[in-house]
C-alpha cells in the first residue's frame, strides 16, 4: 500500500492546518493509522496514531492537546487537525500503517511498511 499525505502550508504561529493521508493500493482499515514528522537536522518523530475503526487515539506530549487525528474509512483518509501551531512544529509530515501505543507512559509507534512506502510527506512551515 501506498499513503501520500497532503494539505501541509505555511501558517504563522497559533494558526491550523488539516492534512490528509489517503492510501491507494489497499484498505486502510484494517490497520492503525500513524503521523509521523521530521524537521530538517532532527530525527522522525512519532507524533499521533489512530486505531482502526477511529475509536482510540494516542498522542506524544508535544501534541497533545493541540493535534486531532481522526479517520475517515469509506474514503480510505486519514485526518490530522493541527491547532495552536508552533514554529517547533515545523516539519515535513508523513503518515504510515503502524502499530502504536504507550510505553513507561512515553507515546510510541512502529512502522509495518518500510520508508519508502510513505510518500513524500507534505511540508508544515509555522512562521514566528
Known amino acids: 500500500v501506498q499513503l501520500q499525505a497532503s494539505g501541509g502550508g505555511l501558517v504563522p504561529t497559533g494558526g491550523s492546518l488539516k492534512l490528509s493521508c489517503v492510501a491507494f493500493?489497499?484498505?486502510?482499515?484494517?490497520?492503525?493509522t500513524g503521523w509521523f514528522r521530521q524537521a530538517p537536522g532532527k530525527e522522525r518523530e512519532a507524533v499521533l496514531c489512530?486505531?482502526?475503526?477511529?475509536?482510540?487515539?494516542r498522542y506524544s506530549d508535544s501534541v497533545k492537546g493541540r493535534f486531532t487525528v481522526s479517520r475517515d474509512n469509506a474514503r480510505n483518509t486519514v485526518y490530522l487537525q493541527m491547532n495552536s501551531l508552533k514554529p517547533e512544529d515545523t516539519a515535513i509530515y508523513y503518515c504510515a500503517r503502524v502499530r502504536c501505543g504507550y510505553k513507561d507512559g512515553n507515546y510510541y509507534a512502529e512502522a509495518l511498511d518500510s520508508y519508502d512506502y510513505w510518500g513524500q510527506g507534505t511540508q508544515v512551515t509555522v512562521s514566528s
Open positions: 493500493g489497499s484498505s486502510l482499515d484494517p490497520y492503525a
Open positions: 489512530i486505531s482502526p475503526s477511529g475509536n482510540l487515539t
